[in-house]
């Protein structure tokens, strides 16, 4: 448990859902920090908000530029504490030069590990068909026949905190799991990519997305996964190259695909979007695939990963004041 801070520090928290909001206001006042609080993306037009506040909060959804951050930083900001895991909306080299710190947060592991495994077995129990005949009051067997995780190998490829927890989850299935990252940290059966692919099932992705590893699944690696292999992704959209994955499947190299996360996923996920068109050829192509579930970027979101993100975002903001504290 942090302390409360001696005296009241100013915080923005932007990009603030309903949900989040009476979080942000009692954590903040424990911690002695006085919050202002708004639903809107950092911008260089909401910028005002952050003036005479030294630290900013942001989520993932928004993509936070360079106009802005040089914005932020001439408004005084300092530290920016974006509530995700990943930086990857936030370019950190050009924040660094304008004099603004960047840091993720760790939330629980747990919630996108029982949501991976949850994907993995709805896609090899062919899910979705199944459901959505159901829907309809077709209640008859369909012709694909599930798989059992014990007769399968899962390759893992990125054991950070939720990689090393999605294993925790396959042992107690009996299934064999290789594992791939560019720097092992658990005991694990650690294999090159090329091997993981050639050899695995299912293919689940949990690496962090970086220059070097856009589009790790690209088309040359698609190919050399197993035929009728599975890929499943809640790390990031861009870790998979789109269109290739959309051949794979439709021409039954794979036998599918679980994405929580998709490329271009931007501007469309977290918004209702039934009364105007998707303006992204590939989701909706994958969306359209009997064999393809696609969900908008939720595996992270349940009550006690909302609750670390939101208290471990203001102690990063309170630490770093403290660190830095003047006068």
Request: charged share 20%.
């Amino acid at each position: 448990m942090v302390a409360p801070a001696v005296a009241t520090t100013g915080v923005t928290i932007y990009g603030c859902g309903r949900d989040e909001d009476a979080l942000f206001r009692t954590v903040a006042s424990r911690l002695g920090l006085v919050p202002t609080i708004t639903a809107a993306a950092p911008s260089v037009a909401t910028v005002e908000l952050a003036r005479g506040n030294r630290c900013v909060s942001v989520g993932h959804q928004s993509e936070v530029t360079a106009a802005t951050l040089l914005a932020l930083s001439r408004a005084g900001v300092a530290y920016v504490s974006t509530r995700s895991i990943g930086d990857n909306h936030i370019d950190v080299d050009y924040a660094a030069s304008v004099g603004i710190r960047v840091e993720t947060v760790s939330y629980s592991p747990d919630s996108v590990a029982d949501y991976t495994l949850m994907l993995m077995l709805m896609a090899v129990r062919d899910a979705k068909s199944v459901v959505r005949r159901a829907d309809v009051h077709d209640y008859r067997l369909s012709g694909v026949r599930g798989r059992e995780l014990r007769d399968l190998t899962v390759g893992v490829v990125g054991t950070g905190r939720i990689g090393s927890a999605v294993i925790d989850r396959l042992l107690g299935f009996g299934c064999r799991i290789v594992a791939h990252d560019s720097n092992p940290g658990i005991a694990a059966d650690y294999v090159p990519l090329d091997e993981l692919l050639e050899h695995s099932d299912i293919v689940t992705l949990h690496t962090p997305l970086t220059a070097a590893t856009h589009q790790l699944l690209n088309r040359r690696r698609i190919e050399r996964m197993r035929r009728g292999a599975y890929v499943v992704n809640t790390g990031r959209g861009a870790l998979l190259d789109t269109e290739a994955l959309v051949w794979a499947l439709e021409t039954g190299r794979l036998g599918g695909a679980a994405l929580d996360v998709v490329e271009g996923e931007e501007g469309i996920f977290y918004a209702d979007c039934r009364d105007r068109p998707i303006e992204n050829s590939a989701l909706v192509r994958l969306q359209e695939l009997p064999n393809v579930l696609v969900s908008p970027h939720t595996a992270y979101y349940t009550d006690h990963a909302l609750r670390d993100t939101v208290e471990n975002s203001l102690a990063n903001c309170l630490a770093f004041e403290r660190r830095n504290h003047h006068g």
